[in-house]
Each structure stands twice: as structure tokens, then as C-alpha cells.
């Protein structure tokens, strides 16, 4: 008989997203009166229509394809060159970042671009992520056989974890022990803490100095307005050498459901082989791509150009700026409540404590079942995420001023867990 792969059964539980959905649809099912009033800020997904270039492009692009003449087939499976030149432009080499054309790789999001990576990348690495940590960085190794069995109240065997509380300001400390591969997510998902030039210069010259890799994340960088917060690890001296970045343009364009991203593997970036033999991952990655990918679809592609546009640079920072004010209007909420309110700064996430003496699965229940509001729990993020709850604030502005004022709730069950 056929064989599976074993390391899918390592896995403690659903993916937590998945699970939250069944948790709503359940009550949802029982309540069909409630149902109509449920506002769902867990997930973080858009709400605001795409930005008007990206539609004018998209409407365009369409429009060739019913010509034969300006009809587009197969793409490169890397982007065509006039996108990936937009991106360095306008990403990178405008922040004075070293980062050439065919170092860009166009994919469907971030999401399949930091579980793909694990393809090229070896066996018997030790893997270091954050805690609390966005799900698929754990999740996508134990699948990949990095990791070993889980572990009693979450986690798994094999895997470092570098613990993000208040005491450290969710900024993780560097690792007491070896790691081969660090995932960084800056700002971060789910604690909204962004990484300051100081705390990503330590992490480059460590992973420099002991030949590890660092995959950043970055697929919110559009949202910091922090001038002395880095948007790319590639501004940091050294990185070309020690990490990939990965990016997203399912926030700063709303793509969520048009599906585009991108990943940054630089040339002079390298690791070992099993003879010991320094290895590229520029062409292990350009490979992988070419045999697994038919590419991004001719008009989303034009569509990402059209965001590099003067007028669609305008049009995403109103985007971003506009949920943004809904981070603010939703830490306002929970801050009158004398909840210890953290992210919504550089950031979409509202990362706040739960009411004392609930924890976090205990609060999403309270404020399905008593306000018909959908976050997200903290402890579906890892062991740090207990006591706490993530609020997308990607949601319509009537949706948003709705939350905030159903979060009454909260302060009701802080004064009686007194």
C-alpha cells in the first residue's frame, strides 16, 4: 500500500484559522437569529475595494486577451521583467537597497512562498521562530520533518522557540542555542511589534557570524509610518549574505483574493551542501520555480505594476492609511477598557490582553456568544499568545466603530473575573 507522509500526523490540531471558522459556523447554525449580526475581525482579510490603477490595469489586461495580437500565454515563471523592475525600483533600490531585477520572484502570495522555501532547503536544520508566531512558519516544518513530536500544551520537539512578551516588548531576544534558519516577521503578525534597526542589525550580524539564514517576512511593511523602522531586512548591512524576504500584496492592494507576492533571494546568498560545499539558493529557487510554476496570470501582474504607479503609490497609503485609523479607533476601545493594548501602531493588528481571569480561547467565546464579534485568540498563536487576543482592524469603518462599542462586553466580564 501507498504510504503517507508521516509528519503530517505530528500536527497538534487544525490550522487555526480553519478552526475558528467551524467554532462561528457552529454557533452561527444554533443562533440563525444572532447569525446577521456577527462582525468577523479574526482573519486578517480586506474589505475595501482594490485601488482604482490595479482595476484600470486589470480591465486592461483583460481586453488584450481577447486579441490575438496582444494576447499573453504562458508567463515567465518569475514575473515578467517590467513588474520585477518596478519592484526593486520601487521597494528596494528607492531605499537604497542593492537589489537587482531577476532577484525578484513573482508568486501567488506569501503565505505558499514561506512554505515553498522549505523545498530547497535541507533536512536536520534547526529551525528558530517566535512565540506567539504566525502558525504556518511552525506548521509548514513539521510538515517538511523539521521538527519532532508535540508537545504537551503546544509546540513541538526540535524546534527553538524565542519567547515575545511584554517584558521584552514582543521583540524576541537572539537565541541561547544554534539555529540554522530564524523566521522574522516585522511588523509582526500576530503582536503588531515592529523590529527597529538596532534589534535587525543584532539578528544579521548573528546569522552572519554563524552562517545561519533568516527568513523575513515583511508582508506588512507597507503599513509602518515610523520613519526609523526598516520596511526590508536588505536595508541592513550584510543581509544579501544571510537572508530572504518575503512580501505580500494582499494588504498594501487588498489582493487577497486576487492573489500576488514576492520573494527576494539574493544572488550572493548561499548555504552548504551535505559535502560541506558552499551552494547558491539563487538558482535552487530560479529551479524550483521553473519546474513547479506556471507563473502569475497576465493581468495580475499588470495590476502589481500599476501599484508602483505615482498615482497607485497615492492610492495604496490612502488604502493602508485607512486601516490604520481602524487599528487606532479599535486600541482606543479596548484601551478605555483598561485593557493593556499593544500593536495598531505600524501596524493593522490590535494586540491586546484579555480580561483578567479569562484566557484567550475563554475571551473569543465571550465575544462570539455575548457581542456576535469574531477575534482572534492568542493562544492559537503559541504558549506566549495566552492572555491575549489579536483584532484585524481590515474591516469596513462601520464595522469597526460597531466592534468598538460591542467591546463593552470585556470591561463587563474584567469587573466580575474581580
Given at each position: 500500500?501507498?504510504?503517507?507522509?508521516?509528519?503530517?500526523?505530528?500536527l497538534?490540531?487544525?490550522?487555526?484559522?480553519?478552526?475558528?471558522?467551524?467554532?462561528v459556523?457552529?454557533?452561527a447554525?444554533?443562533?440563525?437569529?444572532?447569525?446577521?449580526r456577527?462582525?468577523?475581525?479574526?482573519?486578517?482579510?480586506?474589505?475595501?475595494?482594490?485601488?482604482?490603477?490595479?482595476i484600470?490595469?486589470?480591465?486592461?489586461?483583460?481586453?488584450?486577451?481577447?486579441?490575438?495580437?496582444?494576447?499573453?500565454?504562458?508567463?515567465?515563471?518569475?514575473?515578467?521583467?517590467?513588474v520585477?523592475?518596478?519592484?526593486?525600483?520601487?521597494?528596494?533600490?528607492?531605499r537604497?537597497?542593492s537589489?537587482?531585477?531577476?532577484?525578484?520572484?513573482?508568486?501567488?502570495?506569501?503565505?505558499?512562498?514561506a512554505s515553498?522555501?522549505?523545498?530547497?532547503?535541507?533536512?536536520?536544520?534547526?529551525v528558530?521562530?517566535?512565540?506567539?508566531v504566525?502558525?504556518?512558519?511552525?506548521d509548514t516544518?513539521v510538515m517538511?520533518?523539521?521538527?519532532?513530536?508535540?508537545?504537551?500544551?503546544?509546540?513541538?520537539?526540535?524546534?527553538?522557540?524565542?519567547?515575545?512578551?511584554?517584558?521584552?516588548?514582543?521583540?524576541?531576544?537572539?537565541?541561547?542555542t544554534?539555529?540554522?534558519?530564524?523566521?522574522?516577521?516585522?511588523p509582526?503578525?500576530?503582536?503588531?511589534?515592529?523590529?527597529d534597526r538596532?534589534?535587525?542589525?543584532?539578528w544579521?550580524?548573528?546569522?552572519?557570524?554563524?552562517?545561519?539564514?533568516i527568513?523575513?517576512?515583511?508582508?506588512?511593511?507597507?503599513?509602518?509610518?515610523?520613519?526609523s523602522?526598516?520596511?526590508?531586512?536588505?536595508e541592513?548591512?550584510?543581509?544579501?549574505?544571510?537572508?530572504?524576504?518575503?512580501?505580500?500584496?494582499?494588504?498594501?492592494?487588498?489582493?487577497?483574493?486576487?492573489?500576488?507576492?514576492y520573494?527576494v533571494?539574493?544572488?550572493?546568498?548561499?548555504?552548504?551542501a551535505?559535502?560541506?560545499?558552499?551552494?547558491?539558493?539563487?538558482?535552487?529557487?530560479?529551479?524550483r520555480?521553473?519546474?513547479?510554476?506556471?507563473?502569475?496570470?497576465?493581468p495580475?501582474?499588470?495590476?502589481?505594476?500599476?501599484?508602483?504607479?505615482a498615482?497607485?503609490?497615492?492610492?495604496?497609503?490612502?488604502?493602508?492609511?485607512?486601516?490604520?485609523?481602524?487599528?487606532?479607533?479599535l486600541?482606543?476601545?479596548?484601551s478605555?477598557l483598561?485593557?493593556?493594548?499593544?500593536?495598531?501602531?505600524?501596524?493593522?493588528?490590535?494586540?491586546?490582553s484579555?480580561?483578567?481571569?479569562?484566557?484567550s480561547?475563554?475571551?473569543?467565546?465571550?465575544?462570539?456568544?455575548?457581542?456576535?464579534?469574531?477575534?482572534?485568540?492568542?493562544?492559537?498563536?503559541?504558549?506566549?499568545g495566552?492572555?491575549?487576543?489579536?483584532i484585524?482592524?481590515?474591516?469596513?469603518?462601520?464595522?469597526?466603530?460597531?466592534?468598538a462599542?460591542?467591546?463593552?462586553?470585556?470591561?463587563a466580564?474584567?469587573?466580575v473575573?474581580?
Amino acid at each position: 500500500m501507498f504510504r503517507v507522509n508521516d509528519n503530517f500526523l505530528k500536527l497538534s490540531a487544525g490550522y487555526l484559522f480553519p478552526e475558528i471558522a467551524r467554532r462561528v459556523q457552529a454557533y452561527a447554525g444554533a443562533h440563525p437569529n444572532l447569525a446577521p449580526r456577527i462582525v468577523r475581525c479574526g482573519i486578517g482579510d480586506v474589505t475595501e475595494p482594490l485601488p482604482k490603477v490595479a482595476i484600470d490595469a486589470m480591465h486592461r489586461a483583460t481586453d488584450d486577451l481577447a486579441s490575438r495580437d496582444r494576447f499573453h500565454g504562458y508567463p515567465p515563471p518569475t514575473g515578467y521583467d517590467f513588474v520585477r523592475t518596478a519592484i526593486a525600483d520601487g521597494d528596494f533600490r528607492s531605499r537604497g537597497c542593492s537589489i537587482d531585477d531577476d532577484e525578484i520572484f513573482l508568486s501567488d502570495g506569501s503565505k505558499p512562498d514561506a512554505s515553498a522555501i522549505l523545498e530547497i532547503l535541507g533536512n536536520g536544520n534547526t529551525v528558530a521562530i517566535t512565540d506567539p508566531v504566525y502558525p504556518v512558519y511552525a506548521d509548514t516544518n513539521v510538515m517538511a520533518g523539521n521538527t519532532g513530536a508535540a508537545k504537551a500544551g503546544g509546540g513541538y520537539e526540535g524546534l527553538v522557540y524565542l519567547p515575545c512578551t511584554v517584558a521584552n516588548d514582543f521583540s524576541p531576544a537572539l537565541p541561547a542555542t544554534h539555529a540554522d534558519i530564524i523566521y522574522l516577521c516585522s511588523p509582526n503578525n500576530p503582536t503588531g511589534a515592529v523590529l527597529d534597526r538596532a534589534a535587525l542589525t543584532r539578528w544579521v550580524d548573528w546569522a552572519m557570524a554563524r552562517g545561519s539564514l533568516i527568513a523575513f517576512d515583511a508582508a506588512y511593511e507597507a503599513f509602518v509610518r515610523d520613519e526609523s523602522i526598516p520596511h526590508s531586512i536588505y536595508e541592513i548591512d550584510g543581509a544579501r549574505e544571510c537572508a530572504i524576504e518575503f512580501r505580500s500584496f494582499s494588504k498594501i492592494g487588498g489582493f487577497t483574493g486576487v492573489r500576488a507576492g514576492y520573494t527576494v533571494v539574493p544572488k550572493s546568498l548561499s548555504g552548504s551542501a551535505s559535502d560541506g560545499a558552499r551552494v547558491a539558493l539563487h538558482p535552487l529557487w530560479h529551479r524550483r520555480w521553473a519546474t513547479c510554476s506556471n507563473g502569475v496570470s497576465w493581468p495580475v501582474q499588470c495590476a502589481v505594476a500599476a501599484l508602483y504607479s505615482a498615482e497607485g503609490r497615492a492610492q495604496t497609503r490612502a488604502l493602508t492609511d485607512f486601516y490604520l485609523e481602524n487599528a487606532a479607533i479599535l486600541a482606543r476601545a479596548c484601551s478605555a477598557l483598561g485593557l493593556h493594548v499593544h500593536g495598531a501602531t505600524n501596524s493593522p493588528y490590535v494586540w491586546t490582553s484579555c480580561p483578567q481571569g479569562l484566557g484567550s480561547w475563554e475571551t473569543f467565546d465571550l465575544l462570539l456568544t455575548e457581542a456576535q464579534v469574531v477575534i482572534t485568540p492568542g493562544a492559537g498563536f503559541g504558549r506566549c499568545g495566552e492572555g491575549f487576543i489579536r483584532i484585524s482592524a481590515f474591516n469596513s469603518r462601520a464595522n469597526v466603530e460597531e466592534v468598538a462599542k460591542r467591546l463593552s462586553v470585556l470591561g463587563a466580564a474584567r469587573v466580575v473575573s474581580r
